[in-house]
């Protein structure tokens, strides 16, 4: 069992920046990839960003490309997401997600239906 508890969530100004930490505990978190989800009010789901376990490899949504880094500290067992260039349209509940993957160091790709765990969320607000 793993628990993902994110922090960092709040309000911001468009172009500001925010950055997101996700803390996992139970089993260690450098046997799964991380990666980060949202859900915007009244859509579905929508992948972000992903970071191998090893975190050689990144993947990004278009949508933020240039904009999010995703990074990872396996030896404090927690995954951020730092934000910059926040727009109106980022403005979502932010989800970290953990997928098993303990014979494959280098993937970074993930769907909402391979991951193994969910965070609880945290709300990112950008205002115009």
């Known amino acids: 069992q793993v628990q993902l508890v994110e922090s960092g969530g709040g309000l911001v100004q468009a172009g500001g920046s925010l950055r997101l930490s996700c803390a996992a505990s139970g089993r260690t978190s450098s046997d799964y990839i991380m990666g980060w989800f949202r859900q915007a009010p009244g859509k579905g789901q929508e992948f972000v960003t992903a970071i191998s376990s090893s975190g050689g490899n990144t993947n990004y949504a278009d949508a933020v490309k240039g904009r999010f880094t995703i990074s990872r500290d396996n030896a404090k067992n927690t995954v951020y997401l730092q934000m910059n260039s926040l727009k109106t349209e980022d403005t979502a509940i932010y989800y970290c997600?953990?997928?098993?993957?303990?014979?494959?160091?280098?993937?970074?790709?993930?769907?909402?239906?391979?991951?193994?765990?969910w965070g609880q969320g945290t709300q990112v607000t950008v205002s115009s």
């Open positions: 997600a953990a997928e098993w993957a303990p014979t494959d160091g280098t993937k970074a790709t993930m769907s909402a239906q391979t991951c193994d765990y």
